[in-house]
C-alpha cells in the first residue's frame, strides 16, 4: 500500500457515512542495540537485539535485517552470517565497539562491549594420563568448565604441543590428534586462549612381533588360523 489518502464508507441499515484516511508509510527513525553496554565473559557468547524505532511510534526487532561488524574482532567478534546474526563471542580482554547498520535506511546504532577475564572451574584433557601403543593415532579433547556449570569444547581452537615430538607428536592438520611414535613418556599441553592445561603420555613400543602357531605344516588347500 502506498502513501495517499482514501475514503471508508461505512453502511448499517440503509445508512451511510464516509470519512477520509490518511495512509503513510512508517520509516526508521532510529536504530538502536540492546543493550548499550555489553559485558561478555572472555570465550562466551551472547546476542543483544537491534531495535529499530519507526516514525509511526512502533517498534521492531531487525537482527536479521541488518549488516553487523565489530571494531576490533581481536577482542570481540560478531556474527554476520544468516544463521547467527548479531552473535558476540568474547576472544580477548578489552574494550570495542560493535555496530548493527540498516542497509535501506542507512540508520545504525552501536553499542560497547568489554570483555572480562573469565571465571573458568577447571579445564579438561581427555583422555587424561593415557597409555598408547606406537603407531596408533589418539584424538585428543579439552573442555572448558565455567563455574556457572556450562562449559564449552575448544579442540578445534586450542593449540597442541608435545614436550617431546621423538616420542608422540601432534603432525596432522586435525586439532588434538596425537601420533606415538617411540617408546616413552612425554607431557602434551592444550592452550585454549593462554589457559594451558597439560597431561602426560606413554608410549609402549613394540619390542617384537610373534606368529603363531611355529613351524606349521599345512596340507595344499588346508587354512591355519
Known amino acids: 500500500v502506498g502513501d495517499g489518502i482514501t475514503y471508508l464508507q461505512a453502511r448499517l441499515d440503509g445508512v451511510s457515512n464516509y470519512d477520509s484516511l490518511e ?18 565473559p572472555k570465550l562466551t557468547s551472547g546476542t543483544p537485539r537491534a531495535r529499530a524505532y519507526l516514525s509511526d511510534d ?5 537482527n ?3 549488516t553487523w561488524s565489530s571494531a576490533n574482532p581481536a577482542i570481540a567478534m560478531v556474527s554476520d552470517d544468516a544463521g547467527s546474526k548479531g552473535l558476540i563471542t568474547g576472544v580477548e ?3 570495542t565497539t560493535v555496530t ?26 581427555s583422555p587424561a594420563n593415557a597409555v598408547l601403543p606406537a603407531g596408533v593415532d589418539q584424538q585428543y579433547t579439552v573442555v572448558v ?5 556450562s562449559k564449552f569444547d575448544f579442540t578445534n581452537e586450542s593449540t597442541w604441543t608435545s ?5 608422540a607428536a601432534f603432525r596432522s592438520t586435525k586439532r588434538g590428534l596425537l ?17 594451558i592445561n597439560c597431561t602426560t603420555v606413554t608410549v609402549l613400543g613394540l619390542d617384537s612381533i610373534d606368529v603363531t602357531p611355529k613351524n606349521a605344516t599345512l596340507r595344499n588347500g588346508g587354512s591355519q588360523q
Open 23 to 40: 495512509v503513510k508509510d512508517a520509516t526508521i527513525e532510529r536504530l538502536e542495540i540492546e543493550p548499550s553496554t555489553i559485558s561478555l
Open 58 to 62: 512502533t517498534q521492531l526487532t531487525l
Open 64 to 66: 536479521h535485517a541488518v
Open 93 to 95: 580482554m578489552g574494550s
Open 100 to 125: 548493527a547498520i540498516e542497509p535501506l535506511s542507512g540508520k545504525q546504532g552501536s553499542a560497547t562491549v568489554t570483555i572480562t577475564q573469565p571465571k573458568v572451574s577447571h579445564v579438561v584433557i
Open 145 to 149: 568448565h565455567y563455574v556457572d556449570g
Open 163 to 167: 614436550a617431546d615430538e621423538n616420542i
Open 179 to 195: 601420533t606415538p611414535l617411540a617408546a616413552g613418556e612425554t607431557t602434551i599441553c592444550a592452550d585454549t586462549y593462554d589457559i
